[in-house]
């Protein structure tokens, strides 16, 4: 089969891999309909991660099975199926607790922009549609796998309530999802801070209310310019910088909350100035498998279309284009098609 891999900081190739097998009886292998590139595969990429040796790449995903191990009874080959970037049992204390992400037995995906992914704890992380669905909802699907179900993960950790205000710091996918799920789930306003035109529509479009271009203090001044000098009841923290995460928590109202799903890189917080503040953190990898039914349905309703995220569609050969764009900022987010 084809898979991606990568070889150094802006070296992503195409090569003939082995097809995966069945290791385990919990496994399953899918045939990709649809994968991606993530934005979180851009830190090696840009060599603010190691890499290594060369390894494949890729952890969004939606599939046919192909193939089940003997302990797999809730999916079954020819299904159409959706799953997460960290697989679960969806049966251990932390998944019964609504944390599949820490799951006992969890292992995060890492070889998903191929032909074929062997998905481990299938039995516990695939989640099979009533019907095959129709092509045009496949990249909303494909973007519950991760940046959807994320996005609606660091709304729900920021604690979004109906008529609350909501910021989104960050405008690629995950933001943009973000904002999404801060609409589905009631906010009243809210301000997505970005500062290219494209995204901007976008998250107009998703139900953002206000527009932020400033970044540092002075995005900082203007969210606290439109809420009252108070600063908002949820911020979604979606990148993982350090400047980021400052933006997020100096733009939260005393007692309110932000929710962090961006990987965090040379993130540091300071512990006395969170005291003082009253503001709540939490956040994480998502749980993607907790919000997976939901939020298949609210694609499948036409509620929801994350899939518009993906501006640029590419045959899986053309991977290291993809990855180029998207680290260029000539793309939100790279659609890959087997």
């Not at 969170?274 to 609210?298: K, T």
Request: glycine fraction near 12%; aromatic fraction near 6%; hydrophobic fraction near 40%.
């Amino acid at each position: 089969m084809r898979g991606a891999v990568i070889y150094a900081p802006g070296d992503v190739r195409v090569e003939n891999l082995d097809d995966p097998e069945i290791i385990k009886p919990t496994d399953a292998v899918i045939r990709t309909v649809a994968t991606c590139v993530c934005g979180s595969d851009l830190w090696p990429y840009r060599g603010a991660e190691p890499i290594g040796d060369p390894h494949p790449m890729g952890h969004e995903y939606v599939g046919i099975v192909e193939e089940v191990g003997s302990e797999v009874a809730n999916v079954k080959p020819g299904e159409f199926v959706v799953g997460s970037f960290a697989t679960s049992d969806n049966t251990c204390a932390n998944c019964w607790n609504g944390w599949q992400s820490n799951c006992l037995h969890r292992e995060f995906m890492s070889t998903c922009q191929a032909d074929y992914v062997r998905i481990p704890n299938a039995h516990g992380t695939l989640v099979a549609t009533d019907e095959h669905p129709d092509g045009e909802v496949v990249p909303s699907l494909l973007a519950v796998s991760d940046v959807m179900g994320t996005g609606w993960y660091a709304a729900v950790a920021a604690e979004v309530k109906p008529g609350s205000t909501a910021v989104v710091v960050g405008d690629g996918a995950v933001g943009l999802c973000g904002v999404i799920a801060a609409n589905e789930l009631g906010a009243e306003r809210i301000i997505a801070m970005s500062r290219h035109e494209s995204r901007q529509r976008l998250a107009l479009e998703f139900g953002a209310t206000d527009i932020v271009t400033e970044r540092g203090e002075e995005g900082i001044a203007r969210v606290k310019d439109l809420t009252g000098g108070i600063g908002a009841d949820s911020v979604l923290e979606c990148v993982g910088t350090a400047e980021s995460m400052r933006q997020a928590l100096h733009s939260t109202r005393p007692g309110g909350n932000v929710g962090f799903v961006g990987v965090p890189h040379e993130v540091a917080v300071d512990g006395e100035e969170l005291f003082f503040s009253h503001v709540g953190l939490r956040g994480g990898p998502a749980p993607v498998r907790r919000f997976l039914p939901d939020l298949i349905d609210r694609v499948l309703s036409g509620r929801i279309n994350p899939g518009k995220v993906f501006d640029l569609t590419l045959p899986l050969e053309h991977v290291a284009e993809g990855y180029k764009a998207m680290d260029e900022r000539r793309a939100i987010k790279a659609l890959l098609m087997p």
